[in-house]
């Protein structure tokens, strides 16, 4: 069983309104969303393609990966879409205190969490440069 | 012909009322014989339009001009003598006459009452104030729409479908609405308490209060409306009040004609009313004890009445099924029949998912359905329906009652339906006579069908059997793609850009939370953005959270995180000293690849967010858009300058191109080419826009594609000089940034709308419509730079800044 430690991860006012902004926190990398009303912490991975969700669009409680579009419940970690997917991303508890967000972060080796993505996926289009 | 001796040889047929019951049975009456000298009297100043759509147009789906049902040259073409904004005051019916408020007397030989009805206020105290409406016709839609702003705080006395229907049109409008209602659930008429629950959750869902059980008994305020006053002492503030508590039959007419009337005009099954030579049709008459106000019983009335006045009597009128959809987009409900369970020997069939919001109840009787209650699913209701118009023996499938068997078209299983099956309800149109017309009239779209069957014109609802009766039967089928952006924010672009213009919004929250569902997504919100800026010319409020990463860190996100930069070189004409520098920052900052794109650009791959400032700060050249549906490049050949087959300088035009367009977002990326013959090097007949040099002149081409698509680019004009060049391209670029859905690129977009209407609405329209064209590009141009300076003025602090934890972390 790993300790967890409540970790002052950021300032409130670094992370914009309905956005996320990933942090370091030891081996980890977390992603810190500002729902306006709470904050919410995320792996910052993608349980699809390892995408960096804090760079998602913010959809109410969920945000949108930028990579493929899998959709994730930021509350519960669970993967919205597609919906035939049961896998997950591991959460973290956040509060805030003197206008500091604490995330709760275990201090030992990263959680497995739920089952994997399936191989074959129906990935958006690319948005190709040129 | 000399019309004297026109109307002495016709009967002369008056009709007071130009509405649909009234314009319905006329349209049938000359479908019988021509024999009547027609001539109608309308109250309104309108030709005859879709009343039922009224909603809509309040709630800015539907224009004035679409809800239109016989123009103009409807009546002329009929020869019917039509006098608007008269009121039929007295009829003396043993002279045969009417007159009106205008001091006219008319002669008739044969008289038409289709007076409609209006609405019905209740006793409240006070009432006639100003800011208290009622909701029947279109000049009452133009006053709440003069009225309704955001903000504005709005009751609405009456929750039954009318009620219900104004106050999302003014929610949509921006106002604070109170839905008051008399009952204990909403739309008792139509649903269950049950049911009413389920739709009093999607009304406060979409932000409308819902008060039940409530009796106003006075409008408060002085002079002008302050509050509504509840009987028992509560008061609720308002500032706009519509009164939607029913309606009541025009019937002083009947009266004065001497008529038999009870709650209406009492008519017999020929639609015949207790003098020979005066008839009435619509929410006016009263047929077997009841009173219509749907649409459907009016215009089967009107089928009746149109064969007993043309003297082929026979037809009956025997009543009609009620059914009833309300017309709120996102909300479905649907009520036919019987829905009262309390009857003995009826039995109930239910289904509810709360979470999702379906509720379903049928009522059956003696093996047959009596009524049904639909909410959240409406998919089934054409069956539901047809089972209770043909009294269908069901309990061979009472099994799969409350979900029958989907087609194997998913649903709505249009090959299943017998010929004689009604598929529009309203206007009593069968799927045989659908047939009939498209083979034999050649239909291909749904305006078409709609203007030859009138199916699809009452209600609408059944406009997807009737898009898939299209598509199954017509060889030539065209499909009318009017799609809303998404379930967060129901609406078509086309709509939602009007209403975001005339309510002056400019933030994608705000939007969301008047027009959507607050929360928005990863579909709408960069397509709200992109409609706001586009509309506003650049002046909108610029929320970075709705807008997709490379939008919020102007580059090209990988898919390891990493970003690609991809610098502006003007139509791929670069010089040593940049070309240096671009190596340099390669080499500082480690770029994994550095590559030459197939848009004559240089791509610097896999740099961290946290390097993109500097990167464009040591580039010292300007963002290429490469991450962005905004103006990419254009491509370009060497044209006269060193190509000796060139015959245009395509190079300084293709520059000058750029230079005009760049820093701009468009619905989709725009690439662009400017070749200096037409060998095409360039390949600009391929392209979004082309500029395509020959002897003496230019062509301009415009969606052109070489992508997941291959379209060669239809011509727009052909002009002499290259500024004339440059200007049809802008004007083609600003009118596709307005009226293009978001993601559809041009290729689609000039395919929709035909290149004959595209080269109509730019370089030849009319002057003031082209300079209006290019002065909003210029607008917009003025307010738009280079995104790559947010590396000295960050939209935020941390836009590119990775940040660290505040304590040490020791693991």
């Known amino acids: 069983m790993s300790t967890r430690k409540w970790i002052r991860a950021a300032r409130c006012e670094d992370i914009p309104l309905r956005e996320g902004r990933a942090v370091h926190l030891g081996s980890r990398v977390i992603a810190i969303f500002n729902l306006g009303d709470r904050f919410l912490a995320v792996a910052n991975q993608c349980p699809h393609r390892s995408g960096p969700l804090g760079d998602g669009i913010v959809s109410g409680g969920m945000v949108v990966c930028p990579l493929h579009a899998w959709k994730v419940d930021l509350e519960s970690g669970q993967v919205a879409r597609p919906a035939d997917v049961a896998s997950c991303v591991e959460t973290f508890r956040a509060r805030v205190e003197d206008g500091d967000v604490l995330v709760e972060t275990p201090l030992g080796p990263e959680?497995?969490?739920?089952?994997?993505?399936?191989?074959?996926?129906?990935?958006?289009?690319?948005?190709?440069a040129g | 012909m000399n019309p004297l001796e026109n109307t002495s040889r016709q009967e002369k047929l008056v009709v007071v009322g130009n509405g649909m019951a009234g314009i319905a049975c006329v349209e049938q009456i000359l479908r019988h014989s021509p024999?009547?000298?027609?001539?109608?009297?309308?109250?309104?100043?309108y030709v005859n339009y879709n009343r039922i759509m009224l909603s809509a147009v309040l709630a800015g789906e539907k224009s004035i001009d679409d809800i239109i049902l016989n123009g103009l040259d409807w009546y002329e073409q009929n020869h019917i003598d039509l006098r608007l904004g008269v009121r039929i005051t007295d009829v003396d019916a043993a002279a045969k006459t009417i007159t009106g408020d205008d001091g006219s007397v008319t002669h008739f030989d044969k008289l038409l009452l289709a007076t409609g009805s209006q609405p019905l206020i209740p006793s409240i105290d006070d009432v006639k104030k100003d800011g208290v409406f009622v909701f029947r016709n279109l000049d009452d839609t133009r006053s709440l729409l003069e009225r309704a702003r955001p903000g504005l705080k709005a009751v609405v006395i009456g929750g039954g479908l009318l009620g219900l229907e104004a106050a999302r049109g003014l929610q949509v409008r921006g106002c604070e609405v109170t839905v008051v209602h008399l009952m204990d659930w909403l739309m008792e008429r139509q649903l269950d308490s049950a049911g009413g629950g389920y739709l009093a959750a999607e009304m406060n869902r979409m932000g409308i209060t819902v008060l039940l059980g409530l009796s106003t008994s006075a409008i408060l305020g002085n002079g002008k409306v302050e509050g509504v006053q509840f009987k028992g002492g509560g008061t609720l503030p308002a500032e706009l009040v519509v009164i939607a508590a029913g309606i009541r039959p025009n019937v002083d007419l009947g009266h004065k004609a001497g008529l038999e009337v009870k709650r209406g005009i009492v008519v017999n099954d020929y639609m015949e009313t207790s003098n020979p030579d005066i008839f009435a049709v619509g929410e006016c008459v009263q047929?077997?004890?009841?009173?219509?106000?749907?649409?459907?019983?009016?215009?089967?009335?009107?089928?009746?009445?149109a064969a007993t006045i043309t003297g082929n009597k026979g037809l009956k009128y025997q009543g009609t099924v009620p059914a009833a959809k309300l017309k709120i987009m996102g909300v479905d409900v649907f009520s036919a029949g019987e829905i009262n369970d309390k009857i003995d020997g009826s039995e109930v069939i239910r289904y509810e998912d709360p979470t999702l919001g379906v509720y379903k109840k049928l009522t059956l009787k003696d093996g047959r359905l009596a009524g049904a209650i639909l909410m959240g699913d409406t998919a089934d209701s054409h069956r539901y329906m047809d089972w209770l118009r043909s009294a269908t023996d069901i309990t061979k499938i009472r099994k799969q009652l409350l979900f029958p068997d989907a087609g194997e078209d998913g649903g709505l299983d249009v090959a299943q339906m017998a010929d004689g099956d009604t598929v529009c309800g309203c206007m009593g149109v069968s799927k045989g006579t659908i047939i009939n017309a498209i083979h034999e009239k050649g239909l291909c779209t749904m305006a078409q069908l709609k203007e030859c069957t009138r199916a699809s014109t009452g209600c609408g609802s059944c406009t997807s059997l009737c898009q898939q009766l299209l598509k199954a039967v017509a060889p030539e089928f065209q499909e009318e793609t009017k799609k809303v952006i998404c379930k967060c924010v129901p609406f078509a672009e086309d709509n939602l850009r009007e209403i975001l213009r005339s309510q002056n919004l400019k933030s994608v929250q705000e939007v969301l939370e008047i027009y959507g569902n607050s929360q928005g997504c990863e579909v709408c919100k960069p397509a709200l953005s992109y409609m706001l800026d586009m509309l506003w010319c650049g002046g909108h409020q610029e929320d970075r959270s709705a807008r997709f990463i490379n939008d919020r860190v102007h580059a090209n996100i990988q898919k390891d995180g990493t970003f690609s930069v991809v610098p502006r070189i003007r139509g791929g004409v670069t010089s040593p000293d940049e070309l240096r520098r671009i190596a340099d920052v390669a080499e500082k900052y480690k770029v994994p690849m550095v590559k030459i794109t197939g848009s004559q650009r240089i791509d610097l791959l896999g740099v961290k967010k946290a390097d993109l400032p500097k990167v464009w700060a040591d580039l010292g050249m300007p963002s290429g858009q490469a991450y962005t549906k905004g103006v990419r490049m254009v491509k370009t050949c060497v044209g006269t300058e060193f190509c000796r087959y060139g015959v245009q300088d395509s190079t300084s035009a293709g520059v000058e191109l750029e230079r005009r367009l760049e820093n701009l977002f468009t619905p989709h990326k725009v690439k662009m080419g400017a070749v200096g013959c037409p060998r095409n090097c360039a390949e600009a007949t391929v392209k979004d826009i082309g500029l395509i040099g020959q002897e003496g002149s230019w062509q301009v081409v415009v969606g052109g594609a070489a992508g997941k698509k291959v379209r060669k680019a239809d011509l727009l004009i052909t002009v002499v000089t290259t500024e004339e060049a440059l200007t049809a391209a802008q004007l083609f670029f600003q009118y596709y940034r307005e009226n293009a859905n978001y993601l559809e690129r041009t290729y689609d977009f000039v395919e929709r709308l035909g290149i004959e209407k595209v080269r109509k609405e730019t370089v030849y329209a009319t002057d003031e419509v082209r300079e209006a064209l290019l002065e909003r590009l210029r607008k917009s141009k003025a307010l738009s730079r280079d995104a790559w300076l947010e590396r000295d003025e960050p939209k935020h602090p941390t836009q590119f800044v990775q940040i660290e934890p505040l304590e040490r972390i020791s693991v």
Request: charged share 20%; with cysteine; glycine share 10%.
């Open chain 1, 111 to 128: 959680q497995e969490c739920g089952v994997s993505a399936p191989p074959s996926l129906d990935e958006r289009e690319a948005i190709c």
């Open chain 2, 35 to 45: 024999k009547f000298d027609i001539t109608i009297f309308g109250n309104e100043t």
């Open chain 2, 287 to 305: 047929h077997n004890g009841i009173c219509y106000g749907l649409i459907a019983p009016l215009l089967e009335q009107g089928k009746v009445l």
